[in-house]
């Protein structure tokens, strides 16, 4: 079966740190890869998505950028972390015909 | 005009009673739906995906939707307090990528 693994679950980070989230998928092979970010109170908004390595797509302009090293293996980064990249961050496959999305279990940001 | 739309709520219901979450849409392309259940810190997990008018059960759970109001729903029969959680409805994304566009969120209480 498959499964998605995210790390860290919780992260302090000072204003202007880097940041290097990562995210990888078990059990499949070549999946479409996405990151999320949801704020307090609201619906997921989409930041990059991959459909293969190397190949990454960037939704909204922001403080952030992604990485696919490797076929199951997506890294959220950031040179210089602002107080608005605050956040939950969630990895994500999309499943047969990419229909549907499956989540890992986020990584709670907290730029101070 | 947000693509999906989504009463944030919170929707506070005793045991036992019949749920009903509901999502608008905008862009009738690729009209396939899916609801997810996020608990508290949590990532979403996949509830129900479907594609069809009319209604989809699994277990306590019912999808139905309706094309042409571009209305979604999601009813939970029987709630129970482990029901208790952020439903998020969501569409595909019409660029055939398999992103996904979510509405805000329904957050649930089931009290005892």
């Known amino acids: 079966s498959q499964t998605i693994h995210q790390w860290p679950a919780t992260l302090v980070q000072p204003v202007g740190s880097p940041l290097s989230l990562e995210c990888t998928v078990e059990?499949?092979?070549?999946?479409?890869l996405y990151w999320y970010r949801q704020a307090a109170g609201r619906g997921l908004q989409l930041l990059f998505y991959?459909?293969?390595?190397?190949?990454i797509s960037s939704e909204v302009p922001q403080n952030l950028s992604a990485s696919r090293p490797q076929d199951r293996q997506f890294i959220l980064s950031s040179k210089k972390l602002l107080l608005s990249d605050s956040g939950f961050y969630l990895c994500?496959?999309?499943?047969?015909?990419?229909?549907?999305?499956?989540f890992g279990q986020g990584t709670r940001l907290t730029v101070v | 005009q947000k693509e999906v739309e989504q009463d944030p709520g919170p929707l506070s219901v005793p045991e036992g009673a019949i749920v009903s979450l509901n999502c608008t849409y905008s862009n009738s392309a690729f009209q396939y739906f899916m609801w997810y259940r996020q608990y508290s810190r949590k990532g979403p997990e996949l509830l129900m995906y479907t594609y069809s008018s009319g209604n989809k059960e699994d277990g306590r759970f019912t999808a139905q939707v309706d094309k042409s109001s571009k209305y979604i729903s999601l009813f939970i029969r029987d709630s129970q307090p482990s029901d208790s959680a952020t439903y998020l409805c969501?569409?595909?994304?019409?660029?055939?990528?398999?992103?996904?566009?979510f509405g805000q969120g329904t957050t649930l209480q089931v009290k005892p």
């Open positions: 994500a496959w999309g499943g047969v015909g990419n229909t549907e999305a499956f």
């Open positions: 059990g499949t092979s070549n999946p479409n």
């Open positions: 991959s459909v293969g390595i190397g190949q």
């Open positions: 969501a569409k595909k994304d019409s660029s055939n990528t398999g992103k996904l566009i």
